[in-house]
Structures are given as structure tokens and as C-alpha cells.
């Protein structure tokens, strides 16, 4: 198995700033996702973090919003720019641990709030 | 497009009774179907991973069982507790060049009461 970190756990932020959170994973991994959960919803993928290149977003998410690294199999960061109440979410990491019949793990989210 | 659903929404149970949780995927071409395990406020908990080729997994009261062809898996829960009480959510794995990724349902909320 694989123990994720995620920080902060939980944030409180003003409208129009940004957050950067960060997700430190036990071994090396190839591939990290970013998922967020808006309340009461389940969860969807922002993107996909691959190491030494661009990351990969899912359909209605950009890069100038969801900014993400992935300097090393371990480690990658999601930042949330110009925040507003809407992103007010958990966000989660996710993190497989080999190519094939690969279980996912995840951290324990960073629940967000923007007022 | 991968769809996942599952049924019930909401589920309350006593203590002691055995409950079958069920999900739905469109797409059959999935890599492996997952189970998680959702407290409040909390991130998640894997319970059980089925690969693609497999039929059912089992830990300790959980049992899960996958059919490919119909799209189908079941989560069976077996002399629930009140600790089982969470949102179960199950996800379809990607496979090829999108190994890893995950379409979650949209979960079920369970409530066992002593």
C-alpha cells in the first residue's frame, strides 16, 4: 500500500487569492491525480500529474485555474488561483502504485472554504 | 464517456443485517472497479479492488463482485455495525495510457443504527 499527505488539511481563504496544496506520496509513483469534491457530490478528476511533463485536465478544467507540479515520482501540488466561494471543495490527490492492476490510494483531502 | 452509478442513494439499516450495495458502469472496457469508503469530512478509505479479469473480492464482512458484461458490481456488506455507517463509493479504473484514473459514483450513504 501507500501512505499520501496531503497539506494543508483544511484551509479558510479570501476571494481573489490562491492556495497551493501540496501531496507527498511514500514511494515513487508514475502517475498522480487531483480530484475535488464539491459538497455533496462525489468526486471529479481535475487532472492528471505525470512526472517531467504538462499536466493532463479533464474537461472543464484549465490550467490557469488549477495550476499543478510534479517535480518527482513523489511529490506534486495542485494550486487553486483566484479563488471564489464556488471552489469552496475538498480537494484529494490520488496516487497508483504500479502500471498494471494498479489499486488507488488517496490522501486525506484538504477541505477548502473561500468566503 | 464513463458513467457510474449506484443504488440506493441512501440506505438505514439495524444493526446486524446484511445489505448489498450496487453500481453501475456504461463503459465495460474498465481496467479494474474499485471500492472506497468515505467518513465525513474525511478522504478515502480503499476497501476492496476487483481487476478487470476477476469475478469477486473479499475482506473480512465485505464481499464484491464484478460482472463485466453486464456493467455491474455489488458490494455485499454482511452483519453491518453501527461503525460501517460512511458513504461507499465505487469507481471504474481506466486502463492503457489512462491507468490509475478513476469515474466515482455518486455514492451511498449508509446508516446502520443500533
Known amino acids: 500500500s501507500a501512505v499520501i499527505s496531503q497539506k494543508p488539511s483544511r484551509d479558510i481563504c479570501q476571494r481573489g487569492t490562491s492556495l497551493t496544496i501540496q501531496c507527498q506520496v511514500d514511494?515513487?509513483?508514475?502517475?498522480m491525480f487531483w480530484y475535488r469534491q464539491q459538497p455533496g457530490q462525489s468526486l471529479t478528476l481535475i487532472a492528471t500529474?505525470?512526472?517531467?511533463?504538462?499536466?493532463?485536465?479533464e474537461s472543464g478544467f484549465v490550467i490557469d485555474k488549477f495550476p499543478i507540479s510534479r517535480p518527482n515520482l513523489t511529490f506534486s501540488t495542485l494550486t487553486v488561483s483566484n479563488m471564489s466561494p464556488e471552489d469552496s471543495s475538498i480537494y484529494l490527490c490520488?496516487?497508483?502504485?504500479?502500471?498494471?492492476?494498479?489499486?488507488?490510494?488517496f490522501g486525506q483531502g484538504t477541505r477548502l472554504t473561500v468566503v | 464517456k464513463q458513467e457510474v452509478t449506484q443504488i440506493p442513494a441512501a440506505l438505514s439499516v439495524p444493526e446486524g443485517e446484511n445489505l448489498v450495495l450496487n453500481c453501475s458502469f456504461t463503459?465495460?472496457?474498465?481496467?479494474?472497479l474499485q471500492w472506497f469508503r468515505q467518513d465525513p469530512g474525511k478522504g478515502l478509505t480503499s476497501l476492496l479492488l476487483?481487476?478487470?479479469?476477476?469475478r469477486e473480492q473479499t475482506s473480512g464482512r465485505l464481499n464484491a463482485s464484478l460482472d463485466k458484461s453486464s456493467g455491474r458490481s455489488t458490494l455485499y456488506i454482511a452483519a453491518s455495525q453501527p461503525g460501517d455507517s460512511a458513504t461507499y463509493l465505487c469507481?471504474?479504473?481506466?486502463?492503457?495510457?489512462?491507468?490509475?484514473?478513476?469515474?466515482f459514483g455518486q455514492g451511498t450513504i449508509l446508516t446502520v443504527h443500533p
Open positions: 500529474a505525470n512526472q517531467g511533463s504538462e499536466a493532463t485536465y
Open positions: 514511494s515513487q509513483v508514475t502517475m
Open positions: 490520488s496516487a497508483g502504485l504500479r502500471p498494471s492492476g494498479t489499486e488507488a490510494f
Open positions: 476487483i481487476q478487470s479479469s476477476q
Open positions: 463503459d465495460s472496457a474498465i481496467y479494474n
Open positions: 469507481a471504474a479504473g481506466d486502463g492503457g495510457t489512462s491507468y490509475g484514473k478513476l469515474t
